[in-house]
């Protein structure tokens, strides 16, 4: 069974930093490209990031471009997101997604990182 | 603002078929394919759609996808109750050079 979990959420003031993490298991890690997708309170999907499956490739959403950096350890089946300079309106659900264009698309259950003073 | 536009919300009776739409543009729903995500709050989002109309294994033929131009569409035929949720769309945007959702569709079963 494929499985993503996140871990490293939590509270952060404004400025701070936190890295949160990815762990697949029951398929090839190795095999995929991986995305972050996040969900503000209230407010709708958005994608993030994405890195391709050597993490040579990597691609952001312009609100985190040069705060947040991705990458990836394919022997350890995981993924990282080092989260920078964080700002309120970086509070939100993070979500680890596997291929999310195509079909074997799979979704974490997600991680909650609040920024506030 | 999302460079996509969806309806806030859409309902129907039990039975009945829903049509959402997503209108992009020409750097994005023009040049790309387009998927459709389902989600439940307090659940993980999954996909419905995927490549324009292609299901994913699981997902029930009620769902069906279909793109135009710089439009697309999902359809729920034989609306079920359990099919209460919010549905996105999402395209690559080559201008912007990452994946775009569109704002979400709220479905309501009456």
């Known amino acids: 069974e494929v499985q993503l979990v996140e871990s490293g959420g939590g509270l952060v003031q404004p400025g701070g930093s936190l890295r949160v993490s990815c762990t697949g298991s029951?398929?090839?890690?190795?095999?995929?490209?991986m995305n972050w997708v996040r969900q503000a309170p209230g407010k709708g999907l958005e994608w993030v990031a994405n890195i391709n499956e050597d993490g040579n490739e990597q691609a952001f959403v312009g609100s985190v471009r040069g705060r947040f950096t991705m990458s990836r350890d394919n022997a350890r089946n995981s993924l990282y997101l080092q989260m920078n300079n964080l700002r309120a309106e970086d509070t939100a659900m993070y979500y680890c997604?596997?291929?999310?264009?195509?079909?074997?698309?799979?979704w974490g259950q997600g991680i909650l990182v609040t920024v506030s003073s | 603002q999302s460079v996509l536009t969806q309806p806030p919300s859409a309902s129907g009776t039990p039975g009945q078929r829903v049509t959402i739409s997503c209108s992009g543009s020409s750097s994005n729903i023009g040049k790309k394919t387009v998927n459709w995500y389902h989600h439940l709050p307090g659940t993980a989002p999954k996909l419905l759609i995927h490549?324009?109309?292609q299901r994913p294994s699981g997902v029930p033929d009620r769902f069906s996808g279909s793109q135009s131009g710089t439009s697309a569409s999902l359809a729920i035929s034989g609306l079920q109750s359990e099919d209460e949720a919010d549905y996105y769309c999402?395209?690559?945007?080559?201008?912007?050079?990452?994946?775009?959702f569109g704002p979400g569709t709220k479905v309501t079963v009456l």
């Open positions: 490549t324009s109309n």
């Open positions: 029951g398929f090839t890690f190795s095999d995929y490209w």
């Open positions: 999402a395209v690559w945007d080559v201008s912007l050079n990452g994946f775009v």
């Open positions: 997604v596997r291929d999310l264009s195509g079909g074997s698309c799979s």
